[in-house]
T-cell receptor, first 114, second 115 residues
């Protein structure tokens, strides 16, 4: 079945440590790819997006993501995590034949230790 | 950047009453808006796609008569939960897309509690 997966439900890292959140999709063609962050009780904020071109994309708050076609992945990374990064992270995909509809992954909750 | 607002941010209502949630794009026109529902510690579930001037497109399993969507203008969509019951309690989030972008801008969400 076509889907978006985020294998890690919950990740805990120490402040200052590096971070990688995984996202895989199972749509045939290259979809549009997004990462959003959600703080408790809040809406979603766009971190970055990939439509085409350079496979390493830079986003806000020091985040970056790399699109790997061969692995159908779009992993989110940050070299040094801050306590304020603790939140829920969602990978989202617009499959090429779905119009504008997003398909969200299940989310990864990030906890940051002082 | 594009801003989407929702009102109210929180609402508590009694079982059997109806509740209206507004979603507005503040600085752009949105021909398409989306309504999502999010249960605690879960991902967003698309409920419906709202198109200005036409009927909304509902996802499978979403009751059209219970969740009434009206996209009255290019900057306003409303979701009315009719005859609400406790199981309708949830976090409702809207988003809007400024054409021709595929990027969705999300509202801050509305916490609905039905007692």
């Amino acid at each position: 079945a076509q889907s978006v997966t985020q294998p890690d439900i919950h990740i805990t890292v120490s402040e200052g440590a590096s971070l990688e959140l995984r996202c895989n999709y199972s749509y045939g063609a290259t979809p549009y790819l997004f990462w959003y962050v959600q703080s408790p009780g809040q809406g979603l904020q766009l971190l970055l997006k990939y439509f085409s071109g350079d496979t390493l994309v830079q986003g806000i708050k020091g985040f970056e993501a790399e699109f790997k076609r061969s692995q159908s992945s779009f992993n989110l990374r940050k070299p040094s995590v801050h306590w304020s990064d603790a939140a829920e992270y969602f990978c989202a995909v617009v499959p090429d034949n779905y119009g504008q509809n997003f398909v969200f992954g299940p989310g990864t909750r990030l906890s940051v230790l002082p | 950047g594009a801003v989407v607002s929702q009102h109210p941010s929180r609402v508590i209502c009694k079982s059997g009453t109806s509740v209206k949630i507004e979603c507005r794009s503040l600085d752009f026109q949105a021909t398409t808006m989306f309504w999502y529902r999010q249960f605690p510690k879960q991902s967003l579930m698309l409920m419906a796609t709202s198109n200005e001037g036409s009927k909304a497109t509902y996802e499978q399993g979403v009751e059209k008569d219970k969740f009434l969507i009206n996209h009255a203008s290019l900057t306003l969509s409303t979701l009315t939960v009719t005859s609400a019951h406790p199981e309708d309690s949830s976090f409702y989030i809207c988003s809007a897309t400024p054409p021709p972008s595929y990027e969705q801008y999300f509202g801050p969400g509305t916490r609905l509690t039905v007692t």
